[in-house]
């Protein structure tokens, strides 16, 4: 028996994450968040010294990564690298500028792909990133490319910085959004892009529960 994939891709801000985590829970399956083991990548490369336009030496990090994607004793998720819990530095700004840079290699994007594919286990597997259903699940039992205005997806991030207390410039976050959008739809493999038969759902104005209902309701029809 196969084991069924649920793929929702995205531009950074759209809600991917957060809603990839509701489908997951809903129907018990397990949860990828691809786009954390490019800034773990980047994270990585830079405790150890590497230029992140040293592609070799980037994915050879890439492939060595010490992982391990756990809970908190108060029941939050946690990432740790090499031991150390990184779960906060994962989700500055910064470490995902770096992670835009370290996924634009092929050599990193080659190092990564088999250990993407490694999370799809029984019962099934909800998996969040930017080339989800085009490129690393391609037989994904359903593909949705979730996204957002330019704007509303600088705004969402703003408020979730903020409320962790972050110190951060909604103009800074406009521009490295866009930013990153033209860096992750101009790379050379795998670009950012729907998958041919891929859903498009539009987050803009709709509810976290709105739009993880959605996709409930398509899986339901599957």
Do not use: C
Not at 155 to 167: A, C, I, N, P, V
């Amino acid at each position: 028996m196969t084991v069924p994939v649920i793929a929702i891709d995205g531009p950074s801000g759209s809600g991917k994450g957060t809603i990839a985590r509701r489908v997951a829970e809903a129907l018990g399956y397990h949860l990828l968040d691809s786009g954390a083991l490019y800034r773990l990548t980047a994270i990585a490369a830079n405790n150890n010294s590497i230029a992140l336009d040293d592609k070799q030496a980037v994915a050879r990090i890439a492939s060595k990564l010490n992982v391990r994607f756990d809970t908190h004793e108060d029941g939050s998720e946690g990432i740790w690298l090499d031991d150390v819990d990184v779960t906060f530095e994962v989700r500055r700004e910064s470490t995902g500028a770096g992670a835009s840079t370290v996924a634009a290699i092929p050599e990193v994007r080659e190092a990564l792909l088999e250990r993407q594919r490694a999370f799809r286990q029984a019962p099934g597997l909800v998996a969040d990133g930017r080339d989800m259903g085009s490129h690393v699940f391609t037989s994904a039992l359903l593909k949705i490319f979730l996204t957002a205005s330019a704007g509303e997806r600088a705004r969402r991030r703003y408020k979730q910085l903020k409320d962790k207390g972050m110190d951060v410039s909604l103009a800074a976050l406009s521009r490295d959004i866009e930013d990153r959008d033209r860096r992750d739809s101009e790379r050379s493999v795998a670009p950012l892009r729907p998958a041919p038969d891929a859903r498009i759902l539009d987050s803009s104005g709709k509810s976290i529960e709105t739009v993880a209902q959605v996709i409930l309701d398509w899986v339901a029809e599957l």
